[in-house]
């Protein structure tokens, strides 16, 4: 079956390949439904798009979140580094202070050194009191004082002897 695309006239004979009224070329009529063709294929696949982000105003957000996460971290080494250098100095020196106060008890050590000892070791002790957390040793600065007092009064008693002499 042909069919001229003009004058839409039918033609039963398949040599015929041109119109006889208007002489235009003749094409093939379809008859069978061409649905099953199509039935036969998969159904088409739907591929959906990841959603995209185009909303503008979320980029701004994690811009403002980022100052605050690197302001957390430059805080945590300073925990660390104030935990790991808690100071001591005071002790430590109220101690020195006492032990050789001690060991110089002999030439007044009580007086020069014993001092000093008691003065530092009541510094260290009172900062350990007040903020452990950054002052420690107090139990350096309390012997320190403790040193420093005996050896004090060894001192003022030797004096006093050496005066009395
Ligand atoms: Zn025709």
């Given amino acids: 079956m042909k069919q001229c695309p003009r004058c839409q006239q039918t033609y039963a004979d398949e040599l015929l390949n041109f119109c006889l ?11 069978e439904p061409t649905s099953p063709r199509f039935a036969d294929d998969p159904p088409p696949t739907m591929v959906m798009d ?14 403002v979140q980022q100052p605050y996460q690197q302001w957390q971290p430059a805080v945590n080494p300073q925990f660390g580094f104030a935990a790991a250098t808690a100071d001591d100095t005071m002790a430590k020196a109220a101690m020195i202070l006492g032990i050789a106060s001690v060991v110089l008890v002999c030439c007044y050590g009580g007086l020069w050194l014993g ?9 260290g002790w009172r900062k350990a009191q007040e903020d452990p957390s950054k002052y420690t040793g107090s139990g350096m600065a309390v012997s320190g004082i403790a040193m420093g007092g005996v050896t004090f009064l060894v001192s003022l008693i030797l004096m006093f002897l050496a005066i009395l002499n």
């Fill in 50 to 63: 990841n959603v995209r982000v185009t909303n503008p105003y979320q980029s701004p957000a994690p811009m």
């Fill in 21 to 31: 009224h208007d002489g235009e070329m003749l094409v093939d009529l379809q008859t």
């Fill in 115 to 123: 001092i000093p000892a008691m003065v530092t070791g009541f510094i």
